[in-house]
């Protein structure tokens, strides 16, 4: 069962994608992961990636994100965004957006410039470094912000990518979270 952990939605259900192509973050690495990354949020811009049932992004709510963009690009996790958002009220306001998209293309298109991006894919994935030099190129990371990537655990992901520096890996069971940020 996949729920809020905490903040304004703290205990809520959430729904989760019916398909063997997402994976949702468990309850412990979700807890980690808003441990390393900062309990709460004062208004920031978040990207959801890879979003599955959105519930990485709607806890970045319910712990004060500002405003989130969820992206996926399977039908089936689109629905199921809209109907966690929905349950939540939040699918009509300005707090979200939804986006059927590869995240590579809503990489290379997007207007809006973030401080946490968050991506989550599936472990097979290969382009996480693509993902990282479309960032760096289009300069969509505020300065301040972070780039959480969860990947496997046995992934090695480079140290640095043009003005993007790794800055922490926590790895907790199969799963590695790896942050970074702007350097110099």
Known sequence: MLRVISGKFKSRKLKEVKTDSTRPTTDKNKEMLFNVIGQYFDG????????GSGALGIEALS????????VDNNFSAIKVIKENLGSFNLLSKDETKVYKSDVLSYLQNTAFH???????????????????NIIASRQLLNDDGIIV??????????????????????????TKFTIYEKGE
């Open 149 to 174: 990537l969860e990947s496997d655990k046995d992934r090695i992901l480079p140290e640095k990518i043009s003005n993007l520096v790794k800055k922490k890996e926590k790895v907790t069971g199969i």
């Open 63 to 70: 712990r004060g994100a500002g405003y989130v963009e969820f």
């Open 114 to 132: 973030f401080d946490i991006i968050l991506a989550d894919p599936p472990y097979k994935y290969e382009f996480y470094e693509e993902i990282l």
């Open 44 to 51: 920031d811009f978040v990207v959801d990636l890879f979003s």
